[in-house]
């Protein structure tokens, strides 16, 4: 009988994570941990189960416009499968969205949170993206004063009942650009009941089979010319009815080729007339999306640490049964460095990830003082940026882990690496992302905050680890400091923008760095934390700053 190779098969992927529980034992007390945990194992188990068959059937069973019925009349319809509604029956269930909110969980809702996205996001065909856009709306509608608006649909976006769970897209770009929304186009008409008539077109819409959406258009009232640039944008929640089948106010061009994300209904469309709600004051709609950016760009970040994780331990999974040149590939040397590699990277990803989220959950409770704000408000893109980054490279290591079958579609791995692309694109590309940074140093110095942080944690780490990591990791971070200071006193705006991506990754990297050596000496981490510090240290310091 001809060999048959045992296939890649999905992996509970918090039973065989220990980095992952070693974060949660640092980020949570012991007695939230007890409670949740059963929560972690569940879904877990799911990874392995439900969510694996339900993605493969998304993929398989992609969306599809109708734009018209039988008799010829616009109806503008996006057919999904049956699994694309289980997966969102299953987070709402599963609280994904909702324990970012519970109140019992204190400060540490978002980390408990993070968990759950954590497991859900690589497992679920990136329905994860509508829930990031819902998170993010009800953020923006609590905090904006739209108190009606809120009472109304606040609700509905937490809701754990599948029954009344509702998503939210996010209607922003336009064909004059992602992040620079200042050439909106979009006009917002007042209608005699308060609300605003959209009209406008709009080039990406994410989730647009969703209940509702915010979107940005600037207030056309007849009488005075619209503001231009982005001060004269104002947000605006818009729900998305039906009625007698037809589309109301909107019409769906055409759903967007993407590299992937293909589960994912993504389209492009144009607004005629669609009443939308005014969130927040006239005029202040970027500060406003300010607001909704940090949860997506957490989410961002938390989803990269997933696509990871999956990578790395079905590789390592994998390499415990297949053979090559007479032994498991396990078992050969260079192997097992290249999986070590990967899982040095995905640690101090998945490190970084969880210091947001409990800095998150700690301003969401009124808990932070202004030194940890400024760490806060430079962590959310430092973190989205280089963990997109990292993403994309430790998944592409992970399918080269199979060979020639990481290549084939219909093993179902090529899939991985064509949704991790995504990471470094949506919510800001690392150039983007590199120059909220800068502007983040120049409202509220930031960066020079964050790297003060590190170099007092830097000098405290335990004398245990070993000392060539920790000075490489200090003379690492002192020229990275020196060098960023000169560029920020040295006038030249030109030269401080060339170099900010290389100065973001850096600084980046430092933080993972610093967080896996604390994680190493901590009380109860796993025996492989000490390599992964070094190994990290390593690969990722080993060029100097210049």
């Known amino acids: 009988m001809s060999f048959l190779q045992d296939p890649p098969r999905p992996v509970?992927?918090?039973?065989?994570?220990?980095?992952?529980?070693?974060?949660?034992?640092?980020?949570?007390?012991?007695?939230?941990?007890?409670?949740?945990?059963?929560?972690?194992?569940?879904?877990?188990?799911?990874?392995?189960?439900?969510?694996?068959?339900?993605?493969?059937?998304?993929?398989?069973?992609?969306?599809?416009?109708?734009?018209?019925?039988s008799w010829g009349k616009r109806v503008d319809r996006i057919d999904t499968c049956p699994a694309w509604g289980h997966l969102k029956a299953y987070s709402a269930t599963q609280g994904v969205v909702a324990t970012g909110y519970e109140t019992a969980l204190g400060e540490h809702r978002r980390v408990v949170q993070a968990t759950l996205l954590h497991l859900f996001s690589a497992s679920s065909a990136i329905f994860s993206c509508p829930l990031a856009m819902t998170d993010a709306a009800a953020r923006v509608l609590i905090d904006s004063g739209s108190t009606d608006l809120a009472e109304r649909l606040v609700p509905k976006l937490l809701s754990r009942d599948p029954q009344t769970f509702i998503t939210?897209?996010?209607?922003?770009?336009?064909?004059?650009?992602?992040?620079?929304?200042?050439?909106?186009?979009?006009?917002a008409r007042p209608n005699p009941d308060g609300s605003f008539a959209l009209h406008g077109e709009k080039w990406f819409t994410s989730a647009t089979t969703s209940?509702?959406?915010?979107?940005?258009?600037?207030?056309?009232?007849?009488?005075?010319?619209p503001v231009?640039?982005?001060?004269?944008?104002?947000?605006?929640?818009?729900?998305?009815?039906?009625?007698?089948?037809?589309?109301?106010?909107?019409?769906?061009?055409?759903?967007?080729?993407?590299?992937?994300?293909?589960?994912?209904?993504?389209?492009?469309?144009?607004?005629?007339?669609?009443?939308?709600w005014q969130v927040g004051e006239v005029g202040r709609g970027v500060p406003t999306i300010a607001t909704m950016l940090n949860i997506t760009r957490f989410y961002n970040a938390v989803s990269s640490c997933s696509a990871m994780g999956k990578a790395l331990w079905w590789a390592r999974d994998f390499a415990g049964r297949r053979e090559a040149f007479g032994e498991l590939i396990q078992d050969h040397p260079l192997h097992a460095w290249t999986l070590d590699g990967m899982e040095a990277e995905y640690a101090g990803a998945l490190a970084m990830a969880f210091e947001v989220a409990s800095?998150?959950?700690?301003?969401?409770?009124?808990?932070?003082?202004?030194?940890?704000?400024?760490?806060?408000?430079?962590?959310?893109?430092?973190g989205k940026l280089t963990l997109g980054k990292q993403a994309v490279r430790v998944v592409s290591e992970g399918l080269e882990c199979f060979g020639g079958a990481g290549y084939v579609e219909d093993t179902g791995l090529p899939v991985m690496l064509r949704d991790a692309q995504v990471l470094s694109i949506w919510e800001g590309t690392t150039n983007v992302l590199s120059l909220d940074l800068l502007r983040a140093e120049a409202k509220d110095g930031s960066m020079r905050a964050l790297i003060e942080d590190l170099?007092?944690?830097?000098?405290?780490?335990?004398?245990?680890?070993?000392?060539?990591s920790r000075s490489t990791l200090r003379s690492t971070l002192e020229r990275l400091a020196s060098g960023l200071q000169a560029l920020l006193t040295g006038g030249d705006r030109g030269a401080l923008e060339a170099r900010a991506r290389d100065?973001?990754?850096?600084?980046?990297?430092?933080?993972?760095?610093?967080?896996?050596?604390?994680?190493?000496?901590?009380?109860?981490?796993?025996?492989?934390?000490?390599?992964?510090?070094?190994?990290?240290?390593?690969?990722?310091?080993?060029?100097?700053?210049?």
């Open 211 to 225: 209940e509702m959406a915010l979107a940005l258009g600037r207030i056309d009232d007849g009488v005075n010319e």
């Open 228 to 276: 231009a640039g982005s001060r004269g944008l104002t947000v605006f929640a818009v729900d998305v009815v039906r009625r007698d089948d037809q589309l109301q106010g909107v019409r769906v061009d055409r759903l967007k080729d993407k590299l992937g994300t293909k589960a994912l209904p993504t389209a492009e469309i144009t607004l005629e007339g669609v009443a939308g």
């Open 12 to 69: 509970d992927l918090y039973a065989v994570d220990p980095i992952l529980r070693s974060e949660l034992r640092r980020h949570l007390p012991a007695e939230v941990f007890e409670a949740v945990q059963g929560r972690f194992e569940q879904l877990g188990r799911d990874t392995a189960g439900c969510l694996y068959d339900w993605a493969a059937e998304a993929e398989a069973q992609q969306p599809v416009h109708v734009p018209f019925d």
């Open 359 to 382: 800095k998150l959950g700690r301003f969401e409770q009124g808990l932070c003082d202004e030194s940890e704000l400024r760490l806060l408000r430079g962590l959310i893109p430092l």
């Open 455 to 468: 170099q007092f944690r830097s000098q405290a780490l335990d004398e245990g680890l070993p000392l060539a």
């Open 503 to 546: 100065a973001a990754l850096t600084l980046g990297y430092l933080t993972q760095a610093v967080l896996l050596g604390e994680l190493a000496a901590a009380p109860g981490s796993d025996a492989r934390a000490t390599g992964r510090f070094e190994r990290f240290v390593q690969q990722r310091l080993s060029a100097p700053w210049a």
């Open 168 to 187: 939210s897209g996010q209607w922003m770009t336009e064909r004059s650009g992602g992040s620079d929304v200042g050439g909106t186009e979009t006009l």
